[in-house]
């Protein structure tokens, strides 16, 4: 059974950039897929993209150029990078994954506990 | 404005059954079987209730119940208790660069 632990929160200038970390343990970290997603205040589940077991990275039209996923296998720990931030990009960040050993690929079986990011001046 | 849409409330009393449907499109609901629902209560990680339209994970109350019907599914609750009282999100497969769509949750609240 897979957990995922996220960095602390953090307070960040318009224009700035963040990095969001999501360190697993338990299961064997590379048969994961770790998608992101954030929810804004008091809003729905977004999806900002994912990176595959084998290292490759997706993401959402929306964050194209501005988001970097990335994995780091000896720590166990795939990275969130998101560059630019403005006042919108308030929310909650999540990362996620599906069972690798469950029949459902397209289940968001583990989560971490969220990392909240403000953008203020 | 979210991918699929949702009611943005519904509510139901103690013991009775509530309906939320979530609408899509031919791209989405309407094309794959991969419809899932997630619970999330107040300050906490959202959890999955449903999934693959009409599957439940080990563990969740067969009173969660889910269907599709062309590009519309919906999550019934039967039996509604307390605990039930949440938002629920329903999310949905949309092709490779769209793989996770979501829609704006229901707030449900029992009565």
């Known amino acids: 059974q897979m957990q995922l632990e996220q960095s602390g929160a953090e307070v960040m200038k318009p224009g700035s950039s963040v990095k969001v970390a999501c360190e697993a343990s338990?299961?064997?970290?590379?048969?994961?897929?770790l998608i992101w997603l954030r929810q804004a205040p008091g809003q729905g589940l977004e999806w900002m993209g994912e990176?595959?077991?084998?290292?490759?990275?997706k993401y959402a039209q929306k964050f194209q150029g501005r988001v970097t996923i990335s994995a780091d296998d000896s720590s166990r720990t795939v990275y969130m990078e998101v560059t630019n931030l403005q006042f919108e990009d308030t929310a909650m960040y999540y990362c996620a994954s599906p069972n690798p050993y469950s029949s459902c690929w397209h289940c968001l079986d583990f989560w971490g506990q969220g990392t909240p990011i403000t953008v203020s001046s | 404005q979210s991918a699929l849409t949702q009611p943005p409330s519904a509510s139901g009393s103690l013991g009775q059954s509530v309906t939320i449907s979530c609408t899509g499109t031919s791209s989405d609901i309407g094309g794959f079987t991969y419809v899932s629902w997630y619970q999330q209560h107040p300050g906490k990680v959202p959890k999955l209730i449903i999934y693959?339209?009409?599957q439940r994970p080990s563990g969740v109350p067969d009173r969660f119940s889910g269907s599709q019907s062309d590009n519309v599914a919906s999550l019934i609750v039967s039996g509604l208790q307390a605990d039930d009282e949440a938002v629920y999100y329903c999310?949905?497969?949309?092709?490779?660069?769209?793989?996770?769509?979501f829609g704006g949750g229901t707030k449900l609240t029992v009565l």
């Open positions: 338990g299961g064997t970290f590379n048969t994961y897929t």
């Open positions: 990176i595959s077991p084998l290292g490759a990275s």
């Open positions: 693959e339209v009409s």
């Open positions: 999310c949905a497969y949309g092709g490779t660069t769209n793989p996770w769509l």
